[in-house]
């Protein structure tokens, strides 16, 4: 998964702890530093939900003036 305004190491790590808890999962995400992109493998179900997390995620930020 591809990210345009997120930095891809820290969304993997708010990604693996909001699935933590989950037992049985078998989701694995894997930041690309190179490409700021996620790596996802899992259930379909898994990924859909970490694509709808990454959606809230990866917006743009307004600076402080």
Same mark, same amino acid.
């Given at each position: 998964?591809?990210?345009?305004?997120? +930095?891809?190491?820290?969304?993997?790590?708010? @990604?693996?702890? !909001?699935?933590?808890?989950?037992?049985? /999962?078998?989701?694995?995400?894997?930041? $690309?530093?190179?490409?700021? /992109?996620?790596? @996802? !493998?899992? /259930?379909? !179900?898994?990924?859909?939900? @970490?694509?709808?997390?990454?959606?809230?995620? $990866? +917006?743009? +930020?307004? /600076?402080?003036?």
């Amino acid at each position: 998964l591809p990210l345009a305004h997120a +930095v891809a190491q820290q969304v993997t790590q708010v @990604v693996q702890a !909001s699935f933590a808890r989950r037992g049985g /999962s078998t989701l694995m995400v894997v930041p $690309d530093p190179r490409t700021n /992109s996620l790596i @996802v !493998s899992g /259930s379909p !179900s898994e990924v859909e939900e @970490v694509r709808e997390l990454v959606a809230k995620l $990866d +917006v743009e +930020v307004e /600076s402080a003036r």
